[in-house]
């Protein structure tokens, strides 16, 4: 099996999760992975049950593609994220609920919790609004990924990356989980953050944290 072909099952049954999981619904949300000097990424309107190793469309980093079917109308950002971060090799979008309320309310996710560590730094932030598929919108969500692995997507949802997809998978069901907490804790009173030592010290132990540890290869 080429490498290329493994990479397109993987996103087949990567989305396949994205329901399950909680992530997403529909054909909302979208998958990529870096593959060669472009990227797969899924089809547009596609629901992910029907989507084939064959609808998974490749994407040159000048956004050409020679394919029946035409990518996720966000394939913009995918490119940028690749382009502006070597050590990226999946990105996961996806619109979960918790992550969206607060997106909703152009919140950033603060210190509240030691998995805030799974973003790479004390916060999880939220781009600033631009309609869906521009460059501008492109443009803020690479800004709020600067020095981070996951981010929110002011009234729209939210980014993980990673390694590979299945970190990126995870990733993005940890933020989800983070948002769902950060949502409890503020109905029930005023959330407590961790102090920047908190903070370094449970980014040095994910360090070598399960699906955390993943780096990218070539």
Known sequence: MS??????EDIVTNGLKLTPSGLSQGTSGNLSIRCG????????GVPYG????????LVDMDGRYEHRRRPSSEWRFHRDIYTARPDVHAVVHAHPPYSTGLAI????????????????????RCSDYYTY???????????ALEGRSACLMANHGMIATGADIEQAMWRAVEVETLARQYTLALQAGKPVL???????????????YGLMSKQASA
């Open 3 to 8: 490498n290329e072909r493994a990479l397109r």
């Open 37 to 44: 000097d472009g990227f797969l990424i899924t089809p547009s």
């Open 50 to 57: 029907e989507i084939t190793a064959e609808d998974v469309v």
């Open 105 to 124: 309310c152009r919140m950033d996710i603060p210190a509240v919790h030691y998995m805030i560590a799974v973003s790479g730094g004390d916060s999880i």
């Open 133 to 143: 598929g521009t460059q501008a919108l492109s443009d803020a969500v690479v800004r």
């Open 194 to 208: 961790l102090t920047d030592a908190e903070v370094v010290q449970a980014l040095e132990k994910f360090g070598n």
